[in-house]
């Protein structure tokens, strides 16, 4: 049975989390979770860095982080009445705190708001979720990194897990099943079989593609029997990222489930289909 005890809630107090907010909530009600508001607090001349800096004070900056932590314990506090929340700034870097403070507190989920403001839209994702999900070890959960993502809505009634077969899709898939039985949600799993076209340097062979589909459906029902998941089963055939995002978008999906590479290094943890999964889908994407 899947549990989510303690969730980390990263905040900058945008409209983005406000929205964000409403999905931490319905989790934590569900699962009577805890909620970690982390607030990370930079140093103090990484905000002004374009500015002249030589005439902070201590007493400016005491006053910075007093109306910081003022504006920490009222954020969400209507929202997110009778749900336990512990309030917890931080110094440092976001990244760097945010995965520091998954592990101290060993949290289950980590929810990470979608940024709305400045410059962000130009990056097809932030270098601090980037940073997150490559040294996190928590499920980390993102906000709709587009434009065009319709409303935020606290409830999910239709769940995709898209699968690689890799090493962690065993993982995935049993998290996804966990929370679609928790939240009484229709779960769909997805594997996407790569058409000749997107693999570099391969021709047609429609022979091959009907064996390598063959395979993947017993090595999908396979991993549907052993997690024990109840749900409808699907083999696409396409370029694995974008047959994805089409299949949720189509399915009006509220919540996709992916898994995450367990292996470190450059390439490792957060490889090129799940970045541009995250980056690009209509919905909010779990990352196991």
């Known amino acids: 049975m899947l549990r989510l005890d303690r969730i980390l809630f990263p905040v900058d107090f945008s409209d983005g989390c406000g929205a964000t907010g409403l999905q931490v909530k319905a989790l934590a009600e569900e699962f009577h979770s805890e909620i970690v508001l982390l607030f990370a607090m930079a140093p103090f001349s990484a905000h002004v860095a374009a500015l002249d800096v030589s005439s902070l004070t201590p007493e400016s900056v005491a006053g910075y982080k007093e109306a910081v932590k003022e504006a920490l314990g009222a954020f969400l506090a209507d929202k997110l009445s009778g749900i336990r929340v512990r309030r917890v700034l931080a110094d440092g870097y976001p990244a760097e705190a945010i995965v520091h403070q998954a592990s101290a507190f060993d949290v289950d989920l980590i929810m990470m708001p979608t940024r709305g403001v400045g410059a962000f839209r130009r990056y097809v994702m932030g270098s601090v979720t980037a940073k997150v999900l490559h040294d996190a070890n928590s499920p980390v959960w993102t906000g709709v990194h587009h434009k065009e993502a319709p409303p935020f809505s606290p409830e999910f009634r239709n769940v995709v897990c898209a699968l690689d077969l890799g090493p ?94 367990p292996q470190d290094g450059l390439i490792g943890r957060l490889r090129a289909n799940a970045y541009t999964i995250i980056s690009q889908a209509s919905c909010p994407v779990v990352s196991v």
């Open 168 to 261: 962690q899709s065993l993982k995935a898939l049993v998290w996804a099943s966990g929370l679609a039985e928790k939240l009484h949600s229709k779960l769909t799993l997805l594997h996407v079989v790569p058409n000749s076209e997107s693999v570099a340097g391969q021709r047609s062979n429609r022979d091959s593609e009907a064996s390598v589909v063959s395979l993947a459906r017993d090595g999908l029902q396979k991993m549907r029997d052993s997690a024990g998941a109840a749900c409808d089963m699907h083999i696409e055939i396409g370029e694995p990222a974008k047959t994805v995002i089409a299949f949720a978008g189509t399915l009006k999906a509220d919540l996709l489930v992916i898994g995450r590479s």
